[in-house]
């Protein structure tokens, strides 16, 4: 069982930055791999970013490579990401999610997520 709390949304200009934080519980974090999702309003949920259980695999949606990356910290149990030159269309709820597997997280079915951050970027 992993347990997931994001933290670190809010409002940010068109331009900035925001790093989001998820916690996760259980001392098997560092077999997981894990991943961030959003979803804008009135859209449906997509995929962001996942790092396996190494960070040797950190696959990112195309539209946000170059602005968005992702990191974990395995000794803190906490996978973060890194969101620069945002723009009001990455206004959005930001989750994040977990799975053995780094494939399923890129497909859209990890087992486990967390509830939610907003994130929202004024013009």
């Known amino acids: 069982q992993v347990q997931l709390v994001e933290s670190g949304g809010g409002l940010v200009q068109t331009g900035g930055s925001l790093r989001l934080s998820c916690a996760a519980s259980g001392r098997t974090f560092s077999t997981y791999a894990m991943g961030w999702f959003r979803q804008a309003p009135g859209k449906e949920r997509e995929f962001v970013a996942a790092?396996?259980?190494?960070?040797?695999?950190?696959p990112i949606a195309d539209s946000l490579k170059g602005r968005f990356t992702i990191s974990r910290d395995n000794a803190k149990n906490m996978v973060h990401l890194q969101m620069n030159s945002l723009k009001p269309e990455d206004t959005a709820v930001y989750y994040c999610?977990?799975?053995?597997?780094?494939?399923?997280?890129?497909?859209?079915?990890?087992?486990?997520w967390g509830q939610g951050t907003q994130v929202t970027v004024s013009s």
């Open positions: 999610a977990a799975h053995l597997q780094v494939a399923q997280i890129v497909a859209g079915t990890p087992g486990y």
């Open positions: 790092i396996n259980w190494n960070a040797g695999t950190t």
